[in-house]
């Protein structure tokens, strides 16, 4: 496990929506391989949100550095600011398998 450099938090939706997921993986016989890949995203997100994934854009009004990643079978949108050391999960998580879920539509939790 990497050194933990940054605060993850994320929405009670984002909670919600990747249990959902959990389920859909459990379901489906991946469960093991979804929980690795939750794992290293986030011990990504924890060491260096930003080398991670790949840029989106940036907000220079509120210093957001907008972000997306796909490690399969997830997919995840984030903010992170870089000088305070946080780092914000997008409005919901999802799959990459368009079976099991519906494309990756999250947007970054600016509260």
């Given amino acids: 496990m990497p050194p933990v450099h940054f605060q993850i938090s994320h ?9 959902r997921l959990l389920d859909v993986a459990r379901a489906e016989g991946r469960l093991a391989l979804a929980l690795r890949a939750a794992r290293y995203m986030w011990d990504e997100l924890a ?10 854009g940036y907000l220079a009004a509120s210093g957001l550095h907008l972000r ?10 984030f903010a992170s600011t870089r000088g305070n050391g946080s ?5 919901s998580a999802s799959s990459t398998d368009r079976s099991a879920t519906s494309p990756c539509t999250a947007r970054p939790d600016m509260g």
């Avoid at 929405?11 to 919600?16: F, G, L, P, R, T």
């Avoid at 060491?47 to 989106?56: A, I, L, N, T, V």
């Avoid at 780092?87 to 409005?91: E, P, W």
């Fill in 47 to 56: 060491y260096d949100p930003m080398s991670f994934g790949e840029s989106r």
């Fill in 68 to 77: 997306i990643a796909f490690p399969r079978p997830w997919c995840v949108a």
């Fill in 11 to 19: 929405s009670q939706a984002v909670q919600e929506s990747f249990e």
């Fill in 87 to 91: 780092c914000s999960c997008g409005g």
